[in-house]
């Protein structure tokens, strides 16, 4: 059994761990609830967004537009969304994840990441990054989002890349937090919703100012980045909620550590008091 | 009353900028300026740097709008701006500093600058300052 000092000290180091452990958990509180409601706040924006795209399309049909069609090239660009720090649970490891598990080829893949810590394993893996933006993560903003989409688009538009994806973590609620493959370009958007917003007759009346060729050129950049700003709000709100999660099961093992460090400690204690009375007692009957 | 107004909504990724009732709103598109009245027909449009004017029953108000969408419905306009601005929220001498530094790499004609972004800075710095002079 270890003596009554090293039990002691195990249990001094446990709980300043505990109390480092218990601040982070309150300091991502407080960022997950400031990053949640700019999340929310985006929403109205998107989903404005979404509906006039699928409009755009229930209208236009198939048109020849260079962001709907495969321009051939075999490169996947993909814009990973990671955290700058870790301690954060499994939020960096299951993007990675998404990625490694997915059936893109590591040589095919450019990436554009966002987050040291993605970069970092991906790296390790042998993929290539193309473009850091790391710094973006501390306070993503619009103009950020509009940065990243500049160059990426850039790239799809001169031939570089095939294909957009973009890898975050969707922020369902405070405690489940949603790793997302998704693709950007060429765009795709759910069947149905072309669909209904072909069956609402309102929008079969729909002008497009310029035609609808050009508007799309012009609009679908901005769906793009505005998905991206999205993922990368999201991303902050999750990041958070999963750091706030993972600090509060290590504030929880810390005292589970503690508690049964105390019982053995208080065992040692009872165990050395009744050995020297044993011994004082042997000690007075070999006397007498 | 209700028939001569129309909901209008300015939403930005940030924020909801504005939401009410107004008369008429007037904004630029890529065509040129366009004034809606209600009962407009149904019209999406890509805005271009301009001043947003909203007519109210009472009152007007002006916005630098920067960029973004319009979707104009008989009984309602949403402009999704990716910039909007009240004039109040605008810091002139930064404006004006933005606007010597798209002229200088306007006029500094060097290969290796993006002449399509320079004129974007030049005009939004133009309209700042024009929404701020009025």
Known sequence: MASMRDIKRRKQSVSSTQQITKAMKLVSTVKLQKARSKAEQTTPYFNAMYNTICSMLAKAGAVNNKYLKDNGSEKIGVIVITSNRGLAGGYNSNIVKMITGSDMKPEDVKLYVIGHKGGESLTHKGYEIVKDYSPVMEAPTYADAMEICKDVLGAYASGEIGQIYLVYTHFKNTVSQIPKLMKLLPAEVAEEDVAAAKSSGAEALMNFEPNEEEALDLIVPKYVTSLVYGALVEAVASENGARMQAMDSATNNAEEIISDLSLKYNRARQGSITQELTEIIAGAEALS | ?134
Request: aromatic share 4%; with cysteine; charged share 30%.
């Open chain 2, 1 to 134: 009353m209700a028939d001569n107004t129309f909901k209008v909504s300015i939403i930005t990724p940030e924020r909801t900028f504005y939401e009410g009732e107004a008369t008429m709103v007037e904004f630029n598109t890529v065509e040129g300026q366009i004034g809606v009245l209600p009962k407009h027909i149904p019209l999406t449009t890509v805005i271009a740097p301009g001043i947003c004017t909203i007519h109210e029953a009472e009152s007007e108000k002006r916005a630098a709008v920067h960029a973004g969408l319009a979707e104009v419905l008989p009984d309602k306009v949403t402009i999704l701006a990716e910039i909007a601005e009240w004039p109040d929220e605008i810091d002139l001498s930064r404006a004006r500093s933005a606007e010597e530094r798209a002229r200088e790499r306007l006029a500094s004609k060097a290969e290796n600058i993006d002449l399509l972004r320079a004129e974007i800075a030049l005009k939004k710095a133009l309209i700042r300052q024009d929404i701020l002079a009025k």
